[in-house]
């Protein structure tokens, strides 16, 4: 794999058994070759077997972040808010992480999925044939999620901006408020990650 010009960097924050496996069919599939990763974690008790097999290594989280624009996250879910904090301020835009732990990051797509299939069921509702309400729902979303990623605005901005005073989109925002949607996809995120970090501990 190659990014402008330069060999594709993969990073790995956590290195036990996950990263160790991800690692192991991503060289054995040509994927990368170990030289181009760049493994973190506090001790040196599993990193230094990457080291062995020709890994950088290092026990900044951070640093991974900054060198590496492909990231899987491979620790504990219990310390995944630690780990989160150590490389909030690296990540940009370009970055994608990965998070194998399960938990804050990752426990979402189960949410997007009932959304679209609430967006959707709203437009068959209202008389639009199913697989067209579908296809739509998903456009709108990839378009949103694009719009968050590519202008960099807060996703409240954004959805201020498409309120139109008096107009439709405030109104359908009244209704979303009325049944509690923020509150409740946060109320989910929490249940979803104290059940990982519980799960984690045991
Ligand atoms: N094992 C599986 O079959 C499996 C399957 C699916 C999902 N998962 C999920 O994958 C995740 C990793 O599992 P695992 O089996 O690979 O765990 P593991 O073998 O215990 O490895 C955890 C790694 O995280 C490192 N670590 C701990 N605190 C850290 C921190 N603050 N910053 C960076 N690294 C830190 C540890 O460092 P040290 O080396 O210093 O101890 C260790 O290298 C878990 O969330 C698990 O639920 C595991």
Known sequence: MESLGRPLRVGFIGAGKMACAILEGMVLSDQIQATNVLVSAPSDKNLLKFKGCG?????????????CKV????TK????PGV???????????????SVAAGI???TLEK???FAEALAEGAVKMGMPSDLANKIAAH????????ILETGEHPAKL??????PGGTTIYACHELEKGALRATVMNAVEAGTKRAQDMGKS
């Not at 989160?84 to 990965?98: F, N, P, R």
């Open 55 to 67: 890994c950088m290594v290092t026990h900044s989280n951070e640093a991974v972040v900054e060198d």
């Open 71 to 74: 990231v899987f996250l491979a």
């Open 77 to 80: 879910p219990h310390v995944l």
């Open 84 to 98: 989160l904090k150590d490389i909030s301020d690296a990540v940009t835009k370009e970055h994608i992480i990965i």
């Open 105 to 107: 990051t990752l426990e």
């Open 112 to 114: 997007v999925y009932m």
């Open 140 to 147: 709108t979303l990839l378009g949103a999620a694009k719009m």
């Open 159 to 164: 959805r201020n901006d498409v309120c139109t």
